[in-house]
Structures are given as C-alpha cells and as structure tokens.
C-alpha cells in the first residue's frame, strides 16, 4: 500500500480553519483515502474517506485533486476540543479484514 | 451501550508473567482486529479474524495468542511477558455491507488496554 507523508504537528486557535496535507505519491486504482482522530486515551475514530475531488459531511472536508497524489482535510472552525492527533491512510477495500496501516499521525493541538 | 469493549483497561504486570485482554463487539461485525500502539504512538496490526477464522496474522512473537470463540469476541493472551510488550493494545471490528462495493472499509476501535511490563 502507498506510503502516507502529513505533517507531525500543528498549531491552531480556536475558530480558525485547520487544513492537514497529507501525501500519498504511489497511490494505487484501488485505494482510497481515510482519515482517522485520535483523541488521548481513545481508540481512533473514523472521520471521512473519499476517491477524488470533494467529500464533505458534519466533521470535515476532504479534498483530493485529479492526480491523487495527496489530500488535503480541512476541520472547519476547530475548537478546544478537536486536539487530537490526525491520521491520514489509504486503504484498498477489501471484502474482510482490511489491514489499515497507521503512520505517526499529525497532533494537532488547539489553543484558547 | 459501547460498541467494542476491552477488558482491562489498565494492566501493570511483572516480566515473565502470562495475562489475557479481552474484547467483545455488539456492532454485529464479521471481522475483528487486534492493534498495537507503541510509545512513540504508531498502530500496528497484529491479528485479525473473519468469522472466528485468522486472516491477518502480522510478524508478531509466538507467545500472543488470539483466540475467537464467536465472530462477537476476539482474545489477546500474552505468554511469558517482556518489556518491550508494554503498549496500548486495541481492539477493532468491521463490516463489509452485505450490498456490496461502495462501503468505506471503517474500523470501530475500543478504548484501548494499557500493558505496563515491570
């Protein structure tokens, strides 16, 4: 699976936009992009995937240009409580057992 | 109700010693995971089992063992603890809809089991 590169922290305040790039160069057909939060003591939670161009839903957007080659998730507004640590993945569907490989992740600490 | 539940939460054991964790899903999920989380927070798999059946099994040691008695839980039992076991473990489930492609592939994770080996 395609080698993921975002970030290993970021600063932000609350109510201003967050957008984490992530790069994923050797991106295969089959793959799709996901984004995972994890917050401290917590398992991480499944926030938003897509294909390509635009996904957006109450968490956050995704965006994905025509090449693929990286995302960007944008977390609109962020406030105390969206410090967590970020993780971009791809992931080829699989009918069971999809082996997801979690890289370091982005922190992504929100100040007052 | 919490979808996947781990048993303990907080474990501190002497070197050598053998101890389980367990996990249970209520989600009605095929497919279970156990993950590793080191210091330096970086999740692995371990295992991974489809309808009680072992389908992921990664380069862990011998001595962790899973067990799935039904497709609702999935067991970690760790023999002859070492220091370099101490983690955070967690489990996950998933399921493929029965409808078909498109679906997301998303993993439900429990809330972790910290292993502290002395």
């Known amino acids: 699976l395609a080698k993921t590169t975002q970030p290993i922290s970021m600063d932000s305040y609350e109510g201003q936009e967050v957008n984490i790039t992530c790069s994923h160069n050797?991106?295969?057909?089959?793959?799709?992009i996901t984004w995972y939060q994890q917050f401290p003591s917590q398992g991480p939670r499944f926030i938003i995937q897509?294909?390509?161009t635009k996904v957006t839903n109450e968490v956050a957007s995704l965006f994905i240009p025509a090449d693929r080659k990286s995302s960007t998730l944008s977390l609109p507004r962020v406030s105390l409580s969206d410090t967590a640590v970020y993780y971009c993945?791809?992931?080829?569907?699989?009918?069971?057992?999809?082996?997801?490989?979690f890289g370091g992740g982005t922190r992504v600490l929100v100040k007052p | 109700d919490t979808a996947v539940s781990q048993t303990p939460k907080y474990l501190v054991t002497q070197m050598g010693n053998d101890k389980s964790i367990k996990c249970e899903q209520n989600?009605?999920?095929?497919?279970m995971y156990w993950y590793k989380q080191d210091s330096k927070k970086f999740l692995k798999i371990m295992f991974s089992?489809?309808?009680?059946?072992?389908?992921i099994n990664e380069t862990v040691p011998n001595r962790f063992s899973p067990k799935s008695p039904d497709k609702a839980h999935l067991n970690l039992h760790i023999n002859s603890l070492e220091l370099g076991d101490s983690a955070v473990y967690f489990c996950?489930?998933?399921?493929?809809?029965?409808?078909?492609?498109?679906?997301?592939?998303?993993?439900?994770f429990g809330e972790g089991s910290r292993l502290t080996v002395l």
């Open positions: 996950a489930s998933s399921q493929v809809p029965s409808g078909g492609p498109p679906w997301t592939g998303e993993l439900f």
């Open positions: 050797n991106i295969a057909t089959n793959d799709y």
């Open positions: 897509g294909y390509k």
């Open positions: 993945l791809v992931v080829r569907i699989k009918a069971a057992g999809n082996k997801l490989t």
């Open positions: 989600l009605g999920h095929d497919t």
């Open positions: 089992y489809n309808n009680k059946e072992l389908i």
